[in-house]
Every structure is written in structure tokens, then in C-alpha cells.
């Protein structure tokens, strides 16, 4: 059964912004090589912190729309967990009615035949 999740991470501000696309590459393929289908990216770029966060004041947003029939994703969110360059990380399953609303499972699911 597939399955739609959003996957939020904040990349550390320490990281320049060279090496920002390569954490972002790597994160994606935490995802797909763990049997995800990546549907959408979006960078949001630098934002500042409503609070501090490890000393921070700062950090870069990125947000993917992720579609897979591995429950939760286990083995990249342990290793978000432990990754040096990401302050923050959530991931959540979307409600059915909302992945339908923005299409993601009708473009992860094969044509039918007919």
C-alpha cells in the first residue's frame, strides 16, 4: 500500500551554501534508496529561528513530498537523527484525503490497464 509523507529537515547554518545542494542530494538519497519515490522538493532557503537551536539563530528549510510503501522510513530517519549537519528533522504521513488533493498517490501509482 502506498503511502505519502512529508519530510521537513533544517540544514545547520554552519554548512555553506556550496554544500547545502550536497546535503540535500544526500538526504534524498537517504529517501530513495530506502524505496522512496521523491514527488516534489522544495528549497526554501535561509530563515532565522523563532528561538536559538544549538547556538543557531539560522538555518536552511527544505521540504519534500515523499510517496513509499516502507512504513516511516526507519533507516533515514536514524540517520537524520545522527547527522551532524541537520539541526532539525520531522517526517509525518499524510491523511489519505490530503495526499489524494495534491496528487501525489495517483502519480506514484501505475497506470491501471483497460
Do not use: C
Not at 9 to 23: A, H, K, L, P, R
Not at 51 to 65: F, L, M, Q, R, S
Amino acid at each position: 500500500m502506498l503511502r505519502a509523507y512529508e519530510l521537513m529537515i533544517i540544514i545547520d547554518s554552519d554548512v555553506g551554501t556550496s554544500d547545502v545542494e550536497s546535503v540535500i542530494a544526500q538526504v534524498a538519497g537517504l529517501v530513495t534508496d530506502e524505496g522512496g519515490t521523491i514527488v516534489s522538493t522544495d528549497n526554501w532557503g535561509r530563515r532565522k529561528f523563532a528561538y536559538k537551536i544549538n547556538h543557531k539563530t539560522d538555518g536552511t528549510y527544505v521540504v519534500w513530498e515523499i510517496v513509499t510503501d516502507t512504513a516511516g522510513l526507519p533507516d533515514a530517519e536514524r540517520r537524520l537523527r545522527l547527522a551532524d549537519d541537520i539541526v532539525r528533522h520531522k517526517l509525518f504521513r499524510l491523511p489519505e484525503a490530503e495526499a489524494e488533493r495534491r496528487g501525489l498517490l495517483a502519480e506514484a501509482a501505475p497506470a491501471a490497464a483497460g
